[in-house]
């Protein structure tokens, strides 16, 4: 089998420290792939103004996978390239799940009391290509008294029953017997009701699969009250942002969360759930796991399972051993906690 192709967008800030050491744990589990690094960031964008350069998401598709680092920066006030590159992979490339697993390796991550590594093992798939962050909308009388400013929630009946699909068949494959649907549809009528009508619908056809719905209001208070309630939670784009940095503190904080934005059988992309953290950036601080975790979904979803399954337990036993960066409880830098991860790999 010729080797799998992986093209590595490290992006702005701490995008640029963790994604050495993710791309140092694929290499260290001995996995047959080709790495080839793209410059897409603020760097680039305020050097020749290019954000997504020409046949920039055509180029993309020919690669097994993308992994992203993150993207933004207070030099680019408007955001403008992070929306071009990070929304445009997901939109153009259509990768309309937002898989973003909520996993607590050690109970010492925890904030809650009492709270156990069975206790926070749950998947949060976010809708990813439609909603509030379709950019529909505008603004009128701008910079008046009467100022209007509109951002539509775009919902459509295909996107919704596709993600609602994916929820059901994620939980199948992963053994899991519940999935649960946030929306706010006592409010939004219009919108979430079609995701209620779906949801009910979808549910049907999944007979092994219990289905259940909360309100997003709600379901923020039951992650934190009693978390080992959760196993699949299906949401939209916007709700699905916010609960998961929720669900990130839980497990230990947005260094330790992973994710992957799928369109099953084409070009998919990994990314952490954290962003470029400005004020960490530059100073080997940032905890690599969640990058080096994402590194281990984009394994898996291509064809290396074992390799996946070695540097999870590898990131388990760095935790185990403390040898993990400060926003975790440990004391290494950046690259001296990837360096230790990849030793513990190379181990097996
Ligand atoms: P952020 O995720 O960068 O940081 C939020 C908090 O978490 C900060 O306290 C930060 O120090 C901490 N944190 C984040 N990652 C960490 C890590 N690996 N190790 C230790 N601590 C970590 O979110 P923000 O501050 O709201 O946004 C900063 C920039 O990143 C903005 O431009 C935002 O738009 C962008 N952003 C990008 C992505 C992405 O590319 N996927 C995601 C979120 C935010
Ligand atoms: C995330 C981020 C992005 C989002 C931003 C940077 C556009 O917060 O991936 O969680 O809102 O989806
Ligand atoms: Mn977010």
Redesign the pocket.
Known sequence: MPPKRIAVIP?????RE?IPQAVNAICATGAEVQIAEFDWSAERYLRDGTTVPPEGFATLQHFDAVL???????RVPS?IH?KEI?LGMRFRMDLYANVRPVKLLDEFLCPLKNTRPADVNFTVIRENTEGLYVDVGGTFKQGTADEIAINEDVNTRKGVERVIRYAFEYARRHGRRRVLMADKSNVLTHAHGLWQRVFKEVAGEYSDIAASHMYVDALCLQMVREPAQLEVIVTNNMFGDIVTDLAAALQG???MAASGNIHPGRTSMF??????????AGKN????I??ILTAAMLLEHIGFPDEAASIESAVSEAVRRRKI?A?AGGALGTAEAGAGICKMIEAG
Do not use: C, F, Q, R
Request: a negative charge; charged letters at 10%.
């Open positions: 992006g702005d800030g701490i995008g963790v992203v680092g993150a993207l933004g920066d207070p955001n992070a990070l904080g947005l260094g990314e952490p759930v954290h962003g470029s953290a400005p004020p960490l601080l940032a905890n690599p969640g990058a960066t926003d």
